[in-house]
Structure formats: C-alpha cells, structure tokens
C-alpha cells in the first residue's frame, strides 16, 4: 500500500479530519509532488485527535481508533505496519494508562509491548555504558516480521 491509499482510509475512518487535512494541504505541498506522507498525516491529523480522546477520557473514541489501527495491522502491509507503529502507538508508549492499553488489539498490542521492552533494554544498556565509560549499543529490534517493521 501506499501513502495515498493509507491517506484514503484514515480519512474515510475519520471524516471529521478530512477538512483540517484539506486546508493543511498547501503547507504539506499538497499533491504537487505525490500524496502527502502518512507519517505526516498521523503526526499532525490522527495523532492529535486521539491525544484528545485520552485526555476527554472518551474510550469510546479511543476504542475506535483502535479498532482501525489493528484493522490496518491485519492488512499484513509493511509500510501500513510501519506508519502504525512508529507514526502512531510509538508516539504514546509512556502516555497511555493501563486500561487504555488494554484497549488495544492483539497486533497493535504487540507492537507497543515490543517497543516499550526495547527501550527499556536499551536504557539498562545506556546506564551500564555510561557507568563503564563507554557508548550503548541498541538492541536487536524486531522478531524476524518484514525489515521495516517494528
């Protein structure tokens, strides 16, 4: 899949985004030069909608957001499973309470788990270097899923 076709289903999931996407076409360059990034449009579009559903405490909302970013991950795509991990639950990995996390689906789930393990082993490895006067390596990432993926 790409950007365009992501870009469809996130706006025709959520209609109420699409008049805020339409007017931010011209700073993103609009279609002049291809469809703007998914990552864009989470950044600026789905992201900041659903940090105010969890800020409204509307699980309702979140709940549906949810649902659509495990709908994508079943797709099974590479760059759909890469815009949904790193463009979206990365970017709420210490923000989301126990219960909303329990509100994500298995894959989504998965993915956000899988990070937050990552970054904990690679803070412990920071610390262990800094304390040995030394650099941190990252940790293995992934689980063997598609290069790209997290």
């Known amino acids: 899949m790409e950007a365009g076709e992501l870009n ?15 007017d931010d076409q011209v700073l993103w360059g609009g279609d002049e ?9 989470c950044a600026c579009l789905l992201n ?5 559903c ?14 659509f970013l495990e709908s994508l991950l ?3 795509d590479d760059y759909v499973d890469n815009v ?19 509100l994500l689906g298995p894959l989504a789930r998965r993915d956000y788990d899988e990070m937050r393990a990552w970054d904990a082993e ?10 040995a006067g030394g650099k941190v390596s990252s940790p293995p990432v992934g ?3 598609a290069e790209g993926s997290i």
Do not use: C, H, W
């Open 8 to 22: 469809g289903l996130i706006l025709t999931e959520f209609p109420e985004l699409r008049r805020e996407y339409e």
């Open 33 to 41: 030069y291809g469809p703007t990034g998914s990552y864009i449009i």
């Open 48 to 52: 900041p909608y659903l940090r105010l």
């Open 54 to 67: 969890l800020d409204d405490d509307d699980k309702g909302a979140v709940q549906r957001v949810f649902n």
């Open 74 to 76: 079943e797709l099974g």
């Open 84 to 102: 949904v991990a790193v463009g979206v639950v990365e970017m709420f990995l210490y923000s989301l309470s126990d219960e909303m996390r329990d």
């Open 122 to 131: 690679y803070a412990r490895r920071k610390e262990a270097a800094a304390q």
């Open 143 to 145: 689980d063997g899923r």
